[in-house]
């Protein structure tokens, strides 16, 4: 009988742990199991803001994507993937032609959306993979450098302005308040001289999440500098810095960087390959595919899932990306196999915990609130878990989290 083929498109955390689990459940006989991805490496998407700020090493974020997988079970092809055809089963690749599939999984994860905001796309930073969150890293260096070193002083080279007090953009505000003061001393630069602003459109920080942890989280960033502007919406970015209102008073921010961290959507090549989605994430059915596909599955920030109680969609997490791939593998090796039943899609969701820094975050864990050092433990061990659950104890080993606190 013929192998079916199996194509998995990304490497992030909905992809890789699709592939892993799936190459323990099935025989090397049983089925041909090829994964895509754009780069050699798989990064850790929810450390990007490390990086970006520059207080981790942009190589601790990433890794090998064949240490994960087992060479003798899985083909790894290095490429774009620009289009895919469900109707005739193809997978359009950049660099290498096509793939033709008997059951695909997608899960080619987020890109930024900046919702026709004018300017964002050409003059705002986004951390949204490892190359441009170095970018980010590196751009703030260079104002700080430059600003040491230029004759007339621009003192809005050394304004950071973040766009968005969601998880992203307060996890990287925690980053840059541990990072700025370090600039300082590197570069000769007065402290003061540094304004780091936040700048929010809903009339909260961190909206939706539980308002005693937030009005600790302002504290903590307020104390370290941070200046925050809610209830204020970006009207545009320009090469200068931002335009902003407030109940109709526009102010202009002028800011040597300006980094956008308000909005994710799915990936474009969803669009582009005639799925009905809303922002690139497809509504699946609750064996996670596409509708009106049975042969393929959506798993990670590219799928969309109503969660019943709230009647709200889940936010795009890798906590429930991982847990879809899981479902996925499971489901993929009862299609391989034409044995059992199709298992659906329910997510277990732990908790959540937002990183302030290095040594501080705030949480809810199994219903337990939790803040501080406390917490910024538990952050550390989510991202050590993370590792494990896709490369074991030797991934924990290599790349893990082990100074705690
Ligand atoms: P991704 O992890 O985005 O992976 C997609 C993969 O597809 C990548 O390897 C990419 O290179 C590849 N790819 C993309 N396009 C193509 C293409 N055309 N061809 C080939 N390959 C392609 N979630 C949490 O649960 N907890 C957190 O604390 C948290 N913190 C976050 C912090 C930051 C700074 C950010 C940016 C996100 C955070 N998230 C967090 C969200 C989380 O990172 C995403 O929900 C998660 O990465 C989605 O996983 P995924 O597998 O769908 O996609």
Redo the contacts with the bound molecule.
Sequence with gaps: MKKPNVVV????????MTVTRLQKMVGVNEANIIL????DY??E?????EA?AGTLHHDRVRYPIVDVIDRNKVQFIQ????KIVPQEKRVLLQDNGELTYDYLVV????ESETFGIKGLKEYAFA???VNAARQIREHIEYQFATYSTEEEKREERLTIVVGGAG??GI??LGELVDRVPELCREYDVDPDKVRIICVEAAPTVLPGFDPELVEYAVNVLEKKGVEFKVGTAIKECTPEGIIVAKDDQVEEIKAGTVVW?AG?RG?H?IDESGFEAMRGRVKVDPFLRAPGYDDVFI????ALIINEETNRPYP??????MQQ?ETCAKNLAVLIRGQGELQPFKPDIKG????LGHDDAIGVVFGKKIWGTKASFM?KM?DNRALYLIGGPTLVAKKGKFNLL
């Design positions: 498109l990304g490497a992030g955390y909905g992809g890789l895509v991805n754009k780069y798989h990064y998407s929810t450390w990007l803001h970006a490429d774009t993937v620009v899960a080619l994860g987020f951390i949204a993979n998880f992203t996890e990287f961290a994710v990936n090549v798993v990670g920030d590219c795009p997490t890798a906590q429930i990306a791939g959540t915990v937002c990183s952050k989510i």
